[in-house]
């Protein structure tokens, strides 16, 4: 199958200007210019990542969320519901204080992690023991077992650098820099092999532990970066389980190691709430001409919440709700219907957005694209044909009409190829729907904000979420004013090199509707 990478957009850019590509439409014109000259992004960001907060499913933040952009929506005349898709653990954050009280009094930088069971508001207080260090096999293991009994037990590896790669890289020779990269492949070697003959693995162990009595757990999941830690959620049933910044978890670590045994006192508050309803915020502008042909603009709307959920998907969301309100103020008929789609529960396997799809055929069957951004704040760079074998006529016609200034930056891969899992806009694929995903700039995401403790509105770039805006804006309003539908025709697949099979289309999936039980 021939493959077309996205140069035909240097093309456009050596034969129109910026003014010839839109050629004078004056929807689009308008769509920039209120975009640029006044975005509400910046309020709409501060009022989802600082008012509303993080958006855990199952979360009260996370109802505050959905009932934050129904009213948003309102504000601006755009009609917005939620659409219950399930039940999860109810659950709901308290205040975590982690102390460690001898040798000396020093406050520790760290939280409960997700779903964690509430400690008492006198807290747990208890000496820290390590792992052991040259497990022979599991029987050993057994017989060390009791020694955690009221203890607080540290779980993760000592990193042996709290650097991250690019400032050794930077400042260190290159023989140093190889020596503490080996050194570090040795000992996270070394580690694994070790919880390995335990007989369990780093997660098994950890209610292994909670049974022999331990008093609580102590983790830290280093994002090698300064200062963040991914957040996750607790496996722990009665004891609190705590992620330390790096820092403080290689103090702790070396002190309990040389003998000087440190202990703290952990206030790990939180509430069960019981089973409660899981939504999907769903916003719609009924189209005039075909309102049974849809465009969804799409974006999880729930996070981890170690953070506030900016980078994800906080920004995707600004760029969903911000798109909505440019089309509304300039394209108030469109011809076809445009949704926007909040889904929640992603994180936990696209739960909210593969609901919508079993629970929406009649969308599904008259998609005409779907756009959906989901992984950080940065300028959209990549946009795939998602394996449809004629992408190429229709999204390079839309993209005709987005400015040079934006187009430039972004490479294109016709006809690309499905996803099978990753973000929301796989879910409609699954069902082979035309949805694509606009794939946007690093912006150091996968280390410094994807689910950690650092995902919080100061990393916003807003001059890129803009840009995405008016891209995902101007995409839609093409898409709905195209006379014609979108081929969903599917390439062939290439064979699998590791399997020696052809590789098939995805197949979809039914939604985890009652996730979230202990």
Same mark, same amino acid.
């Given at each position: 199958m021939k493959q077309y990478i996205g140069l035909f957009l240097i093309a456009f850019a050596f034969s129109h200007s910026i003014t010839n590509a839109q050629?004078?439409?004056?929807?689009?014109?308008?769509?920039?210019?209120?975009?640029?000259?006044?975005?509400?992004?910046?309020?709409?960001?501060?009022?989802?990542?600082?008012?509303?907060?993080?958006?855990?499913?199952?979360?009260?933040?996370?109802?505050?969320?959905?009932?934050?952009?129904?009213?948003?929506?309102?504000?601006w005349g755009i009609d917005?519901?939620?659409?219950?898709?399930?039940?999860?653990?109810?659950?709901?954050?308290?205040?975590?204080?982690?102390?460690?009280?001898?040798?000396?009094?020093?406050?520790?930088?760290?939280?409960?992690?997700?779903?964690?069971?509430?400690?008492?508001?006198?807290?747990?207080?208890?000496?820290?023991?390590?792992?052991?260090?040259n497990i022979k096999d599991s029987l050993s293991f057994q017989d060390w077992l009791p020694n955690v009994k009221g203890k607080l037990v540290l779980v993760s590896m000592k990193q042996p650098t709290g650097r991250p790669d690019y400032n050794w890289e930077e400042f260190a020779t290159e023989e140093s820099f190889q020596k503490m990269k080996d050194d570090r492949d040795a000992k996270t070697k070394v580690w694994r092999d070790n919880i390995s003959k335990t007989g369990y693995s780093t997660r098994s162990i950890i209610p292994v532990l909670e049974d022999a009595g331990a008093a609580g757990i102590v983790a830290s999941y280093w994002s090698r970066g300064f200062g963040v830690n991914k957040i996750f959620s607790a496996r722990t049933k009665k004891i609190p389980t705590v992620d330390l910044e790096l820092e403080d978890y290689g103090m702790l670590y070396r002190l309990a190691k040389s003998g000087?045994?440190?202990?703290?006192?952990?206030?790990?508050?939180?509430?069960?709430?019981?089973?409660?309803?899981?939504?999907?915020t769903v916003a719609e502008i009924k189209g005039s001409e075909k309102p049974d042909e849809y465009i969804v603009l799409s974006a999880h709307f729930?996070?981890?919440?170690?953070?506030?959920?900016?980078?994800?998907?906080?920004?995707?969301?600004?760029?969903?709700?911000e798109a909505m309100r440019l089309l509304k103020k300039y394209y108030p008929n469109p011809k076809r219907t445009i949704i926007a789609g909040h889904?929640?529960?992603? *994180?936990?396997?696209?739960?909210? =957005? %593969?609901?919508?799809?079993?629970?929406?055929?009649?969308?599904?069957? @008259?998609? $005409?694209?779907?756009?959906?951004?989901?992984?950080?704040?940065?300028?959209?760079?990549?946009?795939?044909?998602?394996?449809?074998?004629?992408?190429?006529?229709?999204?390079?016609?839309?993209?005709?009409?987005v400015p040079n200034d934006i187009t430039q930056h972004i490479e294109t891969t016709f006809p690309g190829s499905p996803a099978g899992g990753g973000s929301d806009y796989a879910s409609f694929l699954a069902?082979?729907?035309?949805?694509?995903?606009?794939?946007?700039?690093?912006?150091?995401?996968?280390n410094y904000t994807w689910h950690t403790n650092r995902d919080t509105y100061d990393k916003i770039v807003f001059d890129d979420v803009r840009n995405n805006a008016i891209l995902t804006a101007i995409l839609t309003y093409m898409?709905? *004013?195209?006379?014609?539908?979108? =081929? %969903?025709?599917?390439?062939?697949?290439?064979?699998?090199?590791?399997? @020696?099979? $052809?590789?098939?289309?995805?197949?979809?999936?039914?939604?985890?509707?009652?996730g979230g039980r202990n």
């Open positions: 050629d004078k439409n004056p929807v689009i014109e308008n769509i920039i210019k209120e975009a640029n000259e006044n975005s509400q992004l910046e309020n709409i960001g501060h009022e989802l990542m600082d008012l509303v907060g993080p958006r855990l499913v199952g979360t009260p933040q996370m109802l505050n969320a959905h009932n934050w952009a129904i009213e948003k929506y309102k504000s917005a519901k939620k659409e219950k898709w399930g039940e999860w653990r109810g659950w709901e954050r308290g205040i975590t204080h982690i102390d460690m009280i001898e040798p000396r009094v020093q406050s520790l930088r760290g939280t409960q992690l997700a779903w964690n069971p509430s400690t008492s508001s006198e807290g747990v207080t208890a000496e820290v023991i390590v792992l052991p260090e000087n045994t440190p202990k703290l006192k952990i206030v790990a508050e939180s509430k069960e709430l019981g089973r409660v309803p899981t939504f999907n729930d996070s981890w919440d170690g953070g506030t959920g900016a980078t994800d998907n906080g920004t995707g969301t600004m760029v969903m709700m889904w929640g529960s992603e *994180e936990q396997g696209l739960n909210g =957005s %593969r609901a919508f799809v079993e629970d929406h055929p009649e969308v599904v069957d @008259g998609l $005409q694209a779907l756009f959906n951004q989901d992984n950080g704040t940065g300028r959209v760079v990549r946009i795939s044909g998602g394996g449809f074998l004629n992408s190429y006529d229709y999204l390079s016609r839309w993209l005709y009409a069902k082979g729907a035309p949805a694509f995903s606009l794939s946007s700039l690093n912006w150091s995401y996968w898409a709905s *004013e195209d006379s014609e539908k979108t =081929s %969903r025709e599917k390439i062939v697949l290439p064979m699998n090199p590791r399997t @020696g099979k $052809q590789r098939t289309w995805p197949t979809p999936r039914s939604p985890n509707r009652d």
